[in-house]
């Protein structure tokens, strides 16, 4: 069975200009989420997703990070304009539910805003 | 609160050494389950165990053990005979059936000396 898929897995940018990261999960997996993990720490939820619905979207920084799963399937997240501060590894996890279920993660994406 | 705690940042070991990794949680809830993930060098994390707070059987598979006591908050992770692959990052994760947000802690940096 495939994992959960993401890319592209290195992105260097300039501060103030945009980017997209993209996610397919793990096929029959109805719940998607985005984790940012900073250098030395453990991730961080940035949104989940039920479908193509937004479950908990309370720690996604709404002025400059947006994400969507049309759908229901793929995932985008993208930062626009991208800060200094946003440099870290962005992992997509999927799991079959919502609720009490085992996340599985992907590669990540390590960006570097310079 | 819903807290875990790794509180050793960076051990090192020689190979074939025996190594445990502490991690304390802390919650308010009575029912919820807890989760160890391993992220090697190139930033996957994959799932090595999950243990409901109801299940308090401890479980070993090959070389890892994990000791769970709720009495304690504790979910202790022992490597037995170290090698050189077991070099990696790794979390504890506490979770909870209302909401499928994780609380990691920040990770013990494992370096396995050859």
């Known amino acids: 069975e495939a994992g959960v898929a993401q890319s592209p897995r290195y992105k260097i940018i300039e501060k103030r200009q945009s980017v997209a990261f993209w996610c397919n999960p793990i096929s029959g997996h109805a719940t998607l989420y985005w984790y940012q993990q900073i250098l030395g720490q453990g991730p961080k939820l940035l949104i989940q997703?039920?479908?193509?619905?937004?479950?908990?979207d309370s720690q996604l920084p709404k002025d400059r990070f947006s994400a969507e799963r049309l759908k229901g399937v793929d995932s985008t997240l993208k930062i626009q304009p991208a800060k200094l501060e946003d440099s870290a590894v962005y992992l997509c996890?999927?799991?079959?539910?919502?609720?009490?279920?085992?996340?599985?993660f992907g590669p990540g994406t390590r960006l570097l805003v310079l | 609160a819903q807290k875990v705690t790794q509180a050793q940042t960076e051990i090192s070991v020689v190979e074939k050494e025996d190594v445990t990794l502490d991690c304390v949680y802390e919650?308010?809830?009575?029912?919820?389950?807890l989760f160890w993930y391993k992220q090697p060098p190139s930033g996957e994390l994959v799932f090595l165990i999950r243990r409901n707070s109801f299940d308090e059987q401890n479980e070993i598979s090959g070389r890892y053990s994990w000791n769970f006591q709720k009495s304690t908050s504790s979910f202790n992770f022992t490597i037995t005979a170290s090698q050189v692959v077991d070099s990696a990052v790794y979390f504890c994760a506490l979770g909870f059936y209302g909401n499928n947000r994780l609380a990691f802690g920040k990770g013990n940096q494992v370096v396995v000396i050859p």
């Open positions: 919650t308010r809830d009575t029912t919820y389950y």
């Open positions: 997703f039920q479908n193509n619905g937004v479950v908990d």
């Open positions: 996890a999927s799991s079959l539910g919502p609720l009490g279920e085992t996340q599985y």
